[in-house]
């Protein structure tokens, strides 16, 4: 069991963190990341149709990528697939430095949050723990400092982390929390 979780950790990260990466460092624009972006939204919303729609596919994906898979996910779509559409979204409504540090965000604070919220958790917060809730506050502003000012990152990794503690199931943190935290910190420029 908890071999599969770090395996799935370990992927959010380094998978999630591709995104932002190539984004900040390859030199595109906002409108040719969307256009890099929408094949393989779209690609993976349609590989998530077939899988949840047939049972000898769903089967055999299971088996060869059950560690990617959270229990919940054999009947659902995948959170590859949204964590893709969260940060499709964000780089599509929000200016690049947002997007980037808002991808940031969900690609390191949110798994640092969950294994914290495991190993260290005592305090429930309903389903959460307040030190996962802590460890993602301080990953998220270890991040956001490296793109704002010390003022809006200190609110802004605490916006996020609200906002990270209080998407609930069904909703899906790989879809809301790029584009939430993105509007977070795109007010905050704003004020500060």
């Known amino acids: 069991m908890h071999n599969d979780l770090y395996s799935r950790k370990l992927f959010h990260i380094t998978a999630g963190s591709v995104i932002p990466v190539i984004y900040l460092y390859s030199g595109l624009s906002k409108s040719e990341a969307v256009m890099l972006l929408f094949p393989f939204v779209f690609s993976g919303l349609i590989f998530e149709y077939f ?12 088996k060869h990528l059950r560690r990617l898979f959270k229990s ?13 559409l969260g940060c499709f979204i964000t780089v599509l409504y929000f ?24 190993k260290l958790g005592r305090l429930k917060i309903g ?15 270890i991040i956001l400092v490296f793109f704002f000012s ?22 899906d943190d790989n ?12 007010i905050l420029q704003v004020l500060f």
Not at 51 to 62: A, G, V
Not at 99 to 115: H, K, R, T, Y
Not at 150 to 168: H, M, Q, V, W, Y
Request: charged content about 15%; aromatic content about 8%; glycine content about 4%.
């Open 51 to 62: 899988r949840l729609l047939n049972k000898k596919f769903s089967d055999f994906i299971h």
């Open 72 to 84: 919940d996910e054999y009947s659902r779509i995948n959170s590859s697939v949204t964590l893709l």
């Open 95 to 118: 200016d690049k430095k947002t997007a980037i540090a808002s991808m940031f965000i969900l690609s390191i604070a949110d798994p640092v949050a969950c294994l914290a919220g495991i």
């Open 127 to 141: 389903p959460k723990t307040l030190e996962g809730s802590l460890a993602f506050f301080l990953t998220a502003l």
């Open 150 to 171: 010390l003022k809006t990152a200190l609110t802004g990794a605490f916006l996020c982390a609200l906002t990270e503690l209080l998407i609930r199931p069904p909703a």
């Open 175 to 186: 879809l809301l929390l790029p584009p939430v935290c993105a509007f977070h910190l795109m």
